[in-house]
């Protein structure tokens, strides 16, 4: 029976698959760990109270790079090239959803609309990531290899989407509402086509790896697309909705180091 448990068991026993799993997912946390790093230097003057909260974002999502680069390390594997079908960043900045790489590499000051623009735009990606390590926690959480990894980066991406919650709702009440609605549903609506996207080149990836006979891909390939169906149709609103989240300031200490994390 094929389940999101069996499937990434799958994965996680391969050593070519698991090489490209975590490479994939190592040079995701890289970039984003960049781009925090690079909006914080450029945070106008006007917000300079936010910069603190970025700079410890971009610090986890590198944290978590280290994280999966060092699995692989533990296993002695090296790292993969990426595919470029498989890049979500990559994917999602070329859809023009998010700021511009070519903006993060000057030196101009940011505007608050691109803050918001940032803020919008990880509110989206947040609520993936934080969904996708919750369901890697309920099935891997006592594994004894990535168990540790799975439970630092799901608390850590919980953080993440509490904070692009808080800070979303604060603009809200300053006048920004209607803009910030705007663009999480473009940036919603383009996510998830990146996402059905890139489920299908992981998949034909892992496929070709693992030897999976044709029924088995369709089958896969099938409840990607029902998955982005109904995403498209309804699911979408979850990643639009804003509430005050329980964890206030979740970013508001310094990141925890992987060795100590208990």
Same mark, same amino acid.
């Given at each position: 029976?094929?389940?999101?448990?069996?499937?990434?068991?799958? =994965?996680?026993?391969?050593?070519?698959? !698991?090489?490209?799993?975590?490479?994939?997912?190592?040079? /995701?946390?890289?970039?984003?760990?960049?781009?925090?790093?690079?909006?914080?230097?450029?945070?106008?003057?006007?917000?300079?109270?936010?910069?603190?909260?970025?700079?410890?974002?971009?610090?986890?999502?590198?944290?978590?790079? %280290?994280?999966?680069?060092?699995?692989?390390?533990?296993?002695?594997?090296?790292?993969?090239?990426?595919?470029?079908?498989?890049?979500?960043?990559?994917?999602? +900045?070329?859809?023009?959803?998010?700021?511009?790489?070519?903006?993060?590499?000057?030196? +101009?000051?940011?505007?608050?609309?691109?803050?918001?623009?940032?803020?919008?735009?990880?509110? =989206?990606?947040?609520?993936?990531?934080?969904?996708?390590?919750?369901?890697?926690?309920?099935?891997?959480?006592?594994?004894?290899?990535?168990?540790?990894?799975?439970?630092?980066?799901?608390?850590?991406?919980?953080?993440?989407?509490?904070?692009?919650? +808080?800070?979303?709702?604060?603009?809200?009440?300053?006048?920004? /509402?209607?803009?910030?609605?705007?663009?999480?549903?473009?940036?919603?609506?383009?996510?998830?086509?990146?996402?059905?996207?890139?489920?299908?080149?992981?998949?034909?990836?892992?496929?070709? =790896?693992?030897?999976?006979? %044709?029924?088995?891909?369709?089958?896969?390939?099938?409840?990607?697309?029902?998955?982005?169906? !109904?995403?498209?149709?309804?699911?979408?609103?979850?990643?639009?909705?804003?509430?005050?989240?329980?964890?206030?300031?979740?970013?508001?200490?310094?990141?925890?180091?992987?060795? +100590?994390?208990?």
């Amino acid at each position: 029976m094929l389940s999101a448990q069996t499937l990434f068991q799958e =994965i996680l026993d391969n050593d070519e698959s !698991y090489r490209l799993f975590c490479s994939i997912a190592a040079s /995701g946390e890289a970039q984003g760990g960049w781009e925090n790093a690079r909006i914080a230097a450029l945070v106008p003057e006007g917000r300079r109270e936010l910069a603190p909260r970025i700079v410890r974002h971009g610090a986890d999502e590198d944290k978590h790079g %280290r994280i999966f680069n060092a699995l692989l390390k533990k296993r002695g594997l090296p790292p993969v090239e990426v595919p470029p079908e498989t890049d979500y960043t990559m994917l999602l +900045e070329q859809q023009g959803i998010g700021l511009a790489h070519s903006r993060l590499r000057g030196e +101009e000051r940011l505007t608050e609309r691109d803050i918001i623009t940032y803020l919008a735009h990880s509110r =989206i990606t947040e609520q993936r990531a934080s969904e996708q390590m919750r369901l890697l926690r309920r099935h891997f959480a006592d594994h004894p290899d990535i168990g540790r990894a799975v439970k630092m980066i799901s608390h850590d991406e919980d953080n993440h989407l509490a904070y692009c919650h +808080e800070e979303l709702l604060a603009l809200a009440r300053e006048g920004h /509402g209607r803009t910030i609605q705007r663009i999480m549903r473009e940036c919603a609506l383009a996510e998830i086509r990146v996402y059905r996207d890139v489920s299908l080149a992981v998949m034909a990836n892992m496929g070709r =790896i693992l030897g999976w006979s %044709r029924p088995k891909a369709a089958v896969l390939a099938a409840g990607i697309h029902a998955v982005y169906a !109904y995403e498209r149709l309804l699911g979408w609103r979850r990643m639009v909705t804003l509430e005050m989240p329980e964890r206030r300031n979740a970013l508001g200490s310094p990141a925890v180091p992987e060795h +100590e994390y208990a």
